[in-house]
């Protein structure tokens, strides 16, 4: 999808810093997807309206967030009926949710793009079909085989844990 850049940038910081720039939160990404030690959760809404969180290992490839499920997972199920999620992700000096929609990535050329990166962070994943198999997965992942999900966000909201600090909220379009 290639990197994008903010078309409005809002500086929510009450005590007079300045606004982060984008390019902090997106080095910081880069940086911390897909470490396993990098601490993510996906926010999903179950179909009945009440909200669903689920820790995920998330990897940032080409300006976007890529994550698996099992497709029995309730995030997995959630994102079916309804593809908007939240994205939480405590990163080196910054903490960052993001906000858009999440769906399941099939083809081979993305699923193989996405294996790679997964296997130089640490994940063995290989491509089975359409989706990936690997001989471990998180504790609570299921069995394989495990379903591919791209999330592009539109709106980023920030606060620096470190100087300079901060807080910051962006939109993106497309």
């Given at each position: 999808?290639?990197?994008?850049?903010?078309?409005?940038?809002?500086?929510?910081?009450?005590?007079?810093?300045?606004?982060?720039?984008?390019?902090?939160a997106r080095d910081a990404l880069v940086a911390g997807l897909p470490k396993m030690t990098t601490t993510t959760f996906?926010?999903?809404?179950?179909?009945?309206?009440?909200?669903?969180?689920?820790?995920?290992?998330?990897?940032?490839?080409?300006?976007?967030?890529?994550?698996?499920?099992?497709?029995?997972?309730?995030?997995?199920?959630?994102?079916?009926?309804?593809?908007?999620?939240?994205?939480?992700?405590?990163?080196?000096?910054?903490?960052?949710?993001?906000?858009?929609?999440?769906?399941?990535?099939?083809?081979?050329?993305?699923?193989?793009?996405?294996?790679?990166?997964?296997?130089?962070?640490?994940?063995?994943?290989?491509?089975?079909?359409?989706?990936?198999?690997?001989?471990?997965?998180?504790?609570?992942?299921?069995?394989?085989?495990?379903?591919?999900?791209?999330?592009?966000?539109?709106?980023?909201?920030?606060?620096?844990?470190?100087?300079?600090?901060?807080?910051?909220?962006?939109?993106f379009e497309g």
């Amino acid at each position: 999808m290639g990197e994008r850049e903010a078309v409005e940038v809002t500086n929510l910081d009450r005590y007079g810093s300045a606004a982060l720039p984008w390019s902090r939160a997106r080095d910081a990404l880069v940086a911390g997807l897909p470490k396993m030690t990098t601490t993510t959760f996906l926010g999903t809404v179950r179909p009945d309206g009440r909200p669903h969180a689920a820790g995920i290992g998330a990897l940032w490839l080409d300006g976007d967030v890529y994550f698996t499920s099992s497709p029995a997972a309730r995030k997995a199920r959630n994102l079916a009926a309804n593809p908007a999620c939240t994205l939480s992700v405590k990163l080196a000096g910054i903490d960052l949710v993001v906000e858009g929609e999440a769906v399941r990535v099939t083809d081979a050329a993305t699923l193989e793009a996405v294996a790679a990166a997964y296997r130089d962070g640490g994940w063995p994943a290989e491509v089975d079909g359409d989706a990936f198999t690997a001989p471990f997965s998180a504790p609570s992942a299921g069995p394989p085989p495990w379903q591919l999900y791209r999330f592009r966000f539109d709106t980023a909201f920030a606060v620096a844990t470190a100087e300079p600090h901060g807080a910051t909220r962006w939109r993106f379009e497309g």
